[in-house]
């Protein structure tokens, strides 16, 4: 049995605890919480929640820990810390910053001897590694990615933040025009508003200034002040009702060509997600599975998907892939 921890138990390590009871080859063996122990109930009968500063006493217990953070302070802290004793596995998607993440944990894990993956979700991850295949394939190519129709926890976040707003909820929707446009192979240049469109809806106190809530979310830098955005004012009972799930999804398309530019494809990867953390809970631990493996096998440092063979992240045997999916 492969011996998973969790360290942090939102909405992700929920997920992931979710998926581990899911696979056989696999118990949970604990949880690890900044919060106060006794306030944190998990799921799994039997298993133990313990302060994340005592994670040092479980050393030889756990054989891989996945760390469910958040990318902007967590995971940059946390990850590089945790795998110089433990084998580790996070979902850190600030783009923009995995190169100085990877390098952060490649240190760290290489100190303590461990196997460290960082980036392992849907994207950055499963999209990832789509994109890499398909830009291998077809060279002459463009990829395009859309996320979306779903929740955007991040944005939902910064909308609560607003004076004035009791709660929120903020979809991300690929703008159809300009995906039919991709799979119909022109690979236009797209603008952010053009790729994207956002919808928001707000729960506002009672005697709010909605139309200052509604101009503060439609300029807001980086995060809606780029996109067409739409605002809806709703009560608080509706947004539990219609809007109190987490979906998500989205699709990597590919327009290439070959023969000169003489015959034309297009490679499409889409996800359809009822519960965005769930299945990027699912992800991490078949990956934490190759974690395992390398780490089994002697490897050391940190690694990304694009280091990992689809064998390393199945709970088969290679007889049994080559049998039966291949």
Known sequence: MIRIAIAGYGNLGRGVECAVRENADMELVGVFTRRPPESVAVKTE???????????EFRDMIDVMVICGGSATDLPELTPMLAESFNVIDSFDTHANIPAHFDAVDAAAKRGGKVAMISVGWD????????????SILPTGKSYTFWGRGVSQGHSDA???IPGVVDARQ??????SAVE????????ELTTREKHTRECFVVAEAGADLAAIENAIKTMP???????????FITLDELRREHGGLPHGGSVI???????????HTIEYKLTLDSNPEFTGSVLTAYARAVYRMAKRGETGC?????????????YSTDYLREHML
């Open 46 to 56: 039997g298993v133990g929640v313990y302060p994340l500063d005592r994670v040092s």
């Open 254 to 264: 590919h327009s290439g060509s070959t023969a000169g530019g003489r015959s034309l």
């Open 159 to 161: 909308i609560r933040r």
């Open 222 to 232: 980086n995060y809606f002040d780029e996109y067409d955005t739409t605002v809806n």
């Open 303 to 315: 690694k990304t998907v694009f280091d990992v063979p689809p064998a390393d992240i199945s709970p």
């Open 124 to 135: 950055p991850g499963m999209f990832s590694v789509m994109r890499a295949y398909a830009a």
């Open 171 to 176: 979809y991300t929707v690929p703008a159809q």
């Open 181 to 188: 446009r991709v799979r119909a192979g022109e690979n236009p």
